[in-house]
């Protein structure tokens, strides 16, 4: 609740920030996502996931990455505060958020384990699902704090958002104190047999996880593609032109629907299998794309913003339970790094790389900014249905493998 709370205040309105304070173009605005989530990236399958499979130590690594972030981004607001040309600033909170994902990479990937350590495989997708409701909870406060202080002048600029974020990051390590440490020796597993995607007396379970993740690498990038554009294309005076306290109730219907429907994605998995559930989040993603394309209504867009939490976290629990099962226990951290790599870039690199050339380019054009934005997210739709159908086909091999079986 706590790393939500932190997440909501802090980055639905840095990319605004760094659009209309300090003048980046689209493009450079995607940045501060992008490295920082490379770094993390790099860091998770590098470093921290084998240095959590060889000591089988969670918490530690949790407790240790969030109070080096929570320094991390103290020192990052003065630097930037000292910098008095705009653009260099914002550069300066882009490099500073890299460094700081380095430190803070060893928390991610350290959960991720955790998860799979501490509840059998039947239990991770309703527990995922639990856990991403009450996130809901804390970014529902995180969001509506934030537009608060964003609209009347407490921002980035001087330090408001930055020190809220950096003492939640401390707050948040107290809870930690009282989980257990972690590691294969807490686990009780139960093996079980389905006709899910499992690594259960598969030897071609590598195979199975690389296609896998290759699909779920391109239904996050997909559907994350917006995240960046997203307030960006709400706010645009030649929009919807809402402000920051609209801004916060637009962002909160989506965690309101993360804290509805996330109570119940352990219940969808149980009666659909987690395979099923996994291709519904994925429709529900894709539809929630194309009604914020073509939105000319406020009201399409607060579907649209429900339906992305409905999808995120449908997508998010059923595709953790898939990869728990298809990971063997003795390399958990180190795949789990590979498996968190198709979220972490998709909130960045897909903007990057994807969207935000993509309206650069069509502003440059002379396309109007609205237009520009909407072919963005219609881009997004497309991309995630590429994933989703390879996700299916993968499914429909398995099943006419077993069948000869």
């Known amino acids: 609740m706590l790393a939500m709370f932190r997440r909501g205040l802090f980055y639905t309105y840095l990319s605004i920030y760094f659009r209309s304070f300090l003048l980046l173009s689209v493009t450079e605005t995607t940045l501060y996502a992008t490295l920082p989530m490379i770094m993390s990236v790099i860091f998770q399958n590098f470093v921290w996931g084998p240095l959590s499979d060889k000591l089988q130590r969670r918490r530690t690594l949790i407790i240790l990455g969030e109070v080096l972030a929570g320094i991390g981004t103290i020192l990052v607001w003065l630097v930037h505060y000292g910098i008095s ?18 430190f803070w990479s060893m928390s991610n990937i350290a ?30 406060f995180g969001i509506s704090i934030g537009g608060i202080l964003y609209n009347y002048g407490f921002g980035f600029r001087d330090g408001p958002l930055f020190i809220v974020a950096s003492l939640v990051m401390f707050i ?13 020796h807490h686990q009780v597993e139960i ?6 995607l499992n690594n259960s007396g598969n030897e071609s379970y590598k195979r199975i996880f690389v296609v896998f ?9 997909g559907r994350n593609s917006i995240s960046v ?27 309101i629907s993360v804290l509805l429907i996330g109570f119940s994605a352990g219940f969808l998995s149980k009666k659909l299998g987690h395979s099923r559930t996994l291709i519904l989040g994925s429709l529900i993603a894709i539809s929630a794309l194309i009604f914020t394309a073509v939105a000319n209504d406020l009201s399409i867009i607060f579907l649209g913003s429900f ?8 997508i998010y629990a059923s595709s953790y339970a898939i990869a728990s099962n298809l990971i063997p226990e003795k390399i958990r951290a180190r795949l789990f790094g590979v498996y968190n790599t198709t979220f972490f870039l998709s909130w960045g690199l897909a903007c990057t790389l994807i969207s935000g050339p993509m309206i650069d380019a069509l502003l440059s054009a002379g396309v109007l900014e609205t237009l520009a934005y909407q072919a963005a997210f219609l881009l997004g739709a497309l991309i995630t249905l590429f994933g989703l159908i390879i996700f299916i086909l993968l499914e429909i091999w398995l099943k006419l493998k077993n069948n000869k079986k």
């Open 85 to 102: 040309d705009l653009v260099l600033a914002g550069y300066a909170i882009i490099i500073g958020l890299s460094i700081i994902e380095i």
């Open 111 to 140: 959960w991720s384990a955790l998860i799979s350590d501490l509840y059998p495989s039947t239990e991770r997708s309703k527990i995922m699902g639990r856990l991403t409701s009450l996130g809901g909870i804390g970014r529902i």
């Open 172 to 184: 948040s390590t107290f809870p930690m104190l009282l989980t257990p440490e972690g590691g294969i």
């Open 191 to 196: 093996i079980e047999k389905d006709n899910e």
């Open 213 to 221: 993740i290759i699909s779920l690498l391109l239904i996050n990038f």
């Open 229 to 255: 554009p997203y307030s960006q294309l709400l706010t645009l005076e030649t929009g919807f032109a809402v402000d920051s306290i609209m801004l916060s109730w637009i962002a909160n219907t989506r965690s």
């Open 307 to 314: 339906l992305m939490g409905t999808g995120e976290v449908i």
